[in-house]
């Protein structure tokens, strides 16, 4: 074999099972994924005695007189060493380039994320991708870890051909043993949840009770005094220019703090500005390229833009650096569904915040429980300039529902009846409103109808949140169906994908 790289032709001709659009080559070294017995594997064919090969775990043989083909599985430490050679599959820091996260609860769904996403390129747009995206909640729930998720999407990236860079998301982080896991499997982004420590009460104390409150906050972690933070805030101003939607259009607006303002503000933030430094700090410990993204929208009240203001400026204060900042928007951004409340008043929300964000940073706003918020996608596009970050999870899942509905409708009923069963437990660590009396049980509804449920807005959310129960008790099942049905299954998310993706590509054009 005089050219020791597997060229295209001769791989399709010879390996018929392999997937063509993962062909890689680096000097004398090629490798590709592809299938042995159902099962995949990463090839790697290089000349005998060649480094390389001691880089990857796998069984080897001999492909002619001067080359050795090694057969690897698809493991954390395999995926390692693709990183070291090819070190676009290492995941790095994105910056402020509009980007978008693809959660993935099976570790199956990375190839239909990035056919959308190539799709959505090809128009000319640019978005950066985080295919490795999973809050500790969910690993927990789908029993996978940090490596697990890095794993997955790392052989995902591979196959499907994408070369084009990729972040890591390691999603609503609440403890320094979660950084700790997650910095250990790789990642680049992290997502600090400090929700558990915003209060929500601050609006409805009253002076006396919001003033002892405001006494009690962890003042050495925010490294100032009671007095001293009401002398700066109460001389402090910031200038937005207030432009885009809303009744501040074009408007340049001075944010101020009289004493009640500002201890509203510190009540309701205070804790989980300290919690964020602490993380932020634990982090920098690790002495990694990072970057850190602040998220506060899975509390009951949206985050005005006072105490946007107000966050940004102490986050600042106590040298915190961050690429995103996920506010709570006005409405509802529940799971599975479109946002549910009035759009006018969203549009001025918006507005406020993405001037907020430029002004103080730049950072991006980033838009969680993004799935299916097509409503609002064009929105955030127009008053971030770009400047944002979708997060998108469990919409795959039920995308991968969706194969199973029109490919096996006798496992889709048995995950439809488990999970209005599961339903009133699972759901307590969401906030939806889906009403499980309008969710009919499988023997109710015809084969032919399955499919629509996932069009349902009830049924979309009960299935949504249930996903837990539903690998417990099926998960083999499940990836059975799935990898039988591969290309359907891809096809399905690129279709679903593109359409998230669409309006976000335009705010770089």
């Known amino acids: 074999m005089t050219n020791p790289s597997m060229g295209l032709e001769k791989l399709t001709t010879q390996f018929p099972d392999a997937y063509s659009a993962s062909l890689m080559h680096e000097g004398e070294v090629s490798l590709w994924l592809g299938r042995d017995s159902g099962q995949k594997y990463l090839y790697v064919l290089a000349p005998k005695q060649h480094a390389s090969l001691n880089d990857f775990v796998g069984h080897s043989e001999a492909f002619d007189d001067d080359h050795v083909l090694k057969r690897c599985p698809l493991q954390f430490e395999n995926a390692t060493s693709l990183m070291a050679l090819f070190p676009e599959f290492k995941p790095v820091p994105l910056g402020l380039q509009t980007s978008a996260g693809f959660g993935d609860r099976l570790g199956i769904a990375t190839p239909g994320h990035v056919r959308a996403l190539q799709a959505t390129l090809e128009t000319g747009n640019s978005i950066s991708p985080i295919f490795a995206q999973q809050s500790i909640r969910e690993m927990t729930r789908t029993k996978r870890t940090p490596r697990d998720v890095m ?86 101003s910031q200038d937005v220019n207030m432009q885009g939607q809303g009744d501040m259009q074009g408007e340049m607006y001075r944010f101020t703090f009289d004493k009640g303002t500002l201890q509203q503000a510190a009540v309701k933030y205070g804790r989980a500005i300290a919690h964020v430094v602490t993380m932020y700090h634990h982090l920098e410990s690790h002495n990694i390229p990072f970057e850190l993204e602040v998220s506060v929208d899975e509390t009951d009240l949206p985050t005005s833009h006072h105490e946007h203001v107000y966050f940004a400026s102490e986050l600042k204060r106590l040298g915190v650096r961050w690429v995103s900042l996920a506010p709570r928007f ?180």
């Open 151 to 236: 794993n997955d999407a790392t052989w995902g990236t591979l196959e499907t051909g994408w070369r084009g860079g990729v972040g890591a998301d390691a999603d609503h982080l609440k403890t320094p043993e979660d950084i700790d896991s997650c910095v250990r499997a790789g990642f680049s982004f992290f997502t600090i949840d400090p929700g558990e420590h915003v209060d929500n009460s601050a609006p409805d104390l009253g002076e006396t009770e919001l003033a002892e409150a405001f006494m009690k906050l962890p003042w050495d972690v925010l490294e100032t005094r009671p007095n001293e933070l009401e002398r700066h805030y109460l001389t402090y």
């Open 330 to 509: 006005v409405g509802q951004f529940e799971k599975g569904i479109d946002y549910i409340g009035e759009l006018a008043k969203l549009e001025a929300d918006l507005a406020g915040h993405a001037a907020i964000a430029k002004a103080l940073g730049p950072y991006k706003l980033s838009l969680h429980s993004g799935s299916d918020k097509f409503s609002v996608y064009p929105r955030i596009v127009a008053v971030t300039q770009g400047l944002v970050h979708l997060k998108t999870a469990g919409t795959s899942y039920l995308e991968a529902l969706r194969v199973i509905s029109n490919h096996d409708t006798a496992l889709f009923k048995e995950i439809l009846d488990l999970a209005r069963d599961r339903f009133e437990a699972d759901k307590k660590s969401y906030h939806i409103s889906a009403v499980l009396a309008n969710v009919p049980a499988s023997s109710t509804i015809s084969d032919d109808s399955l499919p629509s449920l996932l069009d349902d807005n009830d049924a979309r959310q009960v299935l949504h949140v249930t996903f837990g129960s539903a690998l417990d008790a099926f998960k083999l099942r499940i990836m059975d169906v799935l990898d039988n049905h591969e290309e359907a299954h891809y096809a399905t998310l690129q279709a679903h994908f593109e359409k998230h993706l669409e309006p976000f590509g335009q705010s770089t054009s």
